[in-house]
């Protein structure tokens, strides 16, 4: 009984926050980390699709994934400097051609977030967000402004984002065309205590290949999302969770190629130092 009030007891007092916390898995806040501190954050992203089974050429199930790994750096108290991994492993058991991948390659992303003013100094606070990304199937160049106003513990947070993807694998694209990706995010957490953030968040993808094609795919989008959001914060360690349920073609059953899963998960872990 002494270990578990003990451990309660820790649980309860305020965590010295040096991290820069992310209560909404897909959408980035508007604070930046300290000068010279450091964080690193690990995402992982699931999703049930369906392809066909290279051993009996029927149609099987198949969790798709991707994993991603950020090592962020303070360089002032405002400007913040991320740079990723990413990884998308390749599924067995299923013939490649029915695979199509998530929203990532193999490859890397540097960032730089801003932010513009000191938190409740503007009636909304406003933060800049700039991304290059190199992997294996794209070049891309990606921007956000990035929206948050905190209301006493609630904190309501938008990212208008968007995306400029260069094709460099012809199966997923036609070689040398380029993309056009809108990716809002929106959504609002609470913070019950320092170490518990319940909360909501909706999110929409839509990619416009140019030249356009005669005829969208169910995997160029929009496909909108929303779903509960958690994250438990203890100062220097923290991690994040949401599962969303795909709101457009909401009846739809996966098909070979597809994209986005009826439902969606991710989880981010962080670690500041």
């Known amino acids: ?45 699931y999703t049930p699709l369906r392809a066909t089974s290279s051993s009996t050429g029927n149609l099987t199930y198949y969790g798709a994934s991707q994993f991603q790994t950020e090592f962020e750096y303070g360089i002032t108290d405002r400007l913040e400097l991320g740079l990723y991994v990413t990884w998308v492993p390749t599924p067995s058991g299923v013939a490649p051609d029915s695979v199509s991948r998530l929203t990532e390659g193999n490859g890397l992303k540097e960032r730089l977030r801003l932010r513009l003013a000191e938190p409740g100094q503007w009636p909304l606070d406003v933060g800049l967000y700039g991304e290059v990304v ?17 209301i006493g513990d609630l904190r309501l947070v938008a990212n208008l984002w968007g995306e400029l993807e260069y094709n460099l694998d012809a199966p997923n ?20 205590t320092p170490q518990f953030h319940p909360g909501i968040e909706g999110w929409l993808r839509a990619e416009y290949p140019i030249p356009s094609p005669l005829t969208r795919t169910f995997s160029l989008g929009p496909a909108a999302y929303i779903g509960p959001t958690c994250m438990f914060d203890f100062g220097n360690f923290w991690f994040s969770s949401g599962v969303y349920l795909r709101g457009t073609n909401f009846g739809r059953s996966p098909q070979p190629g597809d994209t986005y899963g009826s439902v969606w998960g991710r989880l981010i872990v962080g670690l500041s130092f």
């Open 1 to 45: 009984m002494k270990k578990i009030a003990l451990v309660l007891g820790l649980l309860s007092v305020p965590a010295v926050a040096h991290a820069t916390p992310q209560p909404l898995p897909f959408s980035y806040v508007y604070e930046t980390l300290p000068k010279g501190s450091i964080e690193v954050e690990t995402y992982a992203d």
């Open 134 to 150: 190199e992997n294996d199937v794209e070049i891309e160049l990606e921007g956000k402004i990035l929206l948050q106003r905190r």
């Open 173 to 192: 694209g036609v070689l040398g065309t380029h993309d056009w990706v809108i990716n809002p995010t929106v959504g609002a957490t609470y913070q019950v």
